[in-house]
């Protein structure tokens, strides 16, 4: 099936669910993809799905957004059917970029300024971290391994060299972790300019990345991985994770070299490969994947040149394995 998608997600490769730029939800088993909703705000408004999250058939949440001004909606699936969500602050003072659904009645949301939202069950409600730092911080990633064990990044991109955070809520309290910063002169360029996900496998293997590069948590501290030689790659930049085991994490982006190409990285338990990515994907982004069990769904923007520009849209959803 050709859609537009926007983000994908799923509990298992014949049970996956897709968003598109035009709102529609896609949901796909053994039979293939179907439509299941178009969503629209409260107000009528259309909207841009950006995210979805899978807890299981009864469970799924979407951010979408829609513009004039940029804002966000959050809708929930409870078997039957999709419903905007009510989520305090949001419409007036920031954006929501990421969740993380681990019960019925646990699910949490980061965006920013540096903010974070939990759902009980009933209502969502913002459980603010006590760090006024943060406010300067788009809380870009959220992860969870259990309820006391939950992981957000986020960046500031308004820096000469940016700046990144890492949170940890230990199931009473949000703290920052670890942090980088560069001076905003430009005199100073940190280790990780900024920090665009995190994927969370267990309560000592958590990976964080941003730009070209990755951070790991041991269960002890964060610390730079060592990533692969992209020299003959160009610019390359990562946004998104997926992980189906501690042997089994992808990171995937763009490289820019005579225009954008989309790009992957695969860790198998002991470093890091440049995986190609499908010959029919000649110019492009991966924006959205998932993993399962060593390979990899992955879905983009598409590019063309053509005589009045370039041209975008979105491809379907690409399967690709790691070499051997």
């Known amino acids: 099936m050709s859609a537009s998608m926007e983000a994908i997600d799923g509990t298992s490769e014949d049970s996956l669910w897709a968003g598109t730029r035009t709102g529609e939800i ?16 409260v107000e009528g408004k259309d909207i841009q799905v950006v995210k979805i999250d899978v807890r299981d058939e009864n469970d799924v949440w979407v951010v979408g957004a829609y513009a004039s001004p940029y804002t966000n909606a959050l809708f929930h699936w409870d078997g039957n059917r999709f419903e905007q969500v009510t989520v305090p602050g949001l419409r007036e003072f920031g954006t929501l970029s990421s969740m993380a659904a681990i019960g019925e009645d646990d699910a ?18 913002q459980i ?55 001076k905003e002169d430009g005199t100073e360029q940190p280790a990780i300019g900024n920090l665009w996900d995190v994927i969370a496998i267990a309560h000592d293997d958590v990976w964080a990345i941003g730009g070209n590069q990755a951070v790991h948590w041991n269960g002890h501290e964060w610390a730079l991985s060592r990533m692969p030689n992209y020299e003959k790659y160009g610019n ?10 501690s042997n089994d994490v992808w990171a995937v982006g763009t490289s820019w070299w005579g225009g954008p190409h989309p790009f992957a990285l695969h860790w198998d338990g002991a470093q890091w490969s440049i995986v190609p990515a499908p010959m029919s994907l000649n110019l492009g982004t991966f924006d959205t994947a998932k993993s399962f069990s060593g390979k990899l769904l992955a879905a983009g ?3 063309q040149e053509e005589d009045h520009g370039p041209v975008y849209s979105m491809s379907a959803e690409f399967e690709f394995t790691p070499c051997p």
Do not use: C
């Open 128 to 182: 603010q971290p006590d760090d006024e730092h943060l406010k300067d911080f788009e809380l870009t990633g959220i992860s969870a391994v259990s309820g006391n064990d939950i992981w957000a990044v986020g960046t500031i991109t308004g820096m000469a060299y940016g700046a990144a955070v890492i949170l940890h809520w230990d199931g009473s309290e949000w703290k920052i972790v670890k942090e980088w910063g560069g």
């Open 301 to 303: 923007i598409t590019y």
């Open 108 to 125: 949490w949301f980061a965006g920013s300024p540096g903010r974070i939202w939990h759902w009980n069950g009933k209502e969502i409600t």
């Open 26 to 41: 896609l949901r796909r088993n053994n039979r293939g993809w179907h439509h299941v909703q178009t969503l629209k705000t």
């Open 236 to 245: 390359v930049g990562f946004g998104t994770l997926a992980a189906s085991s």
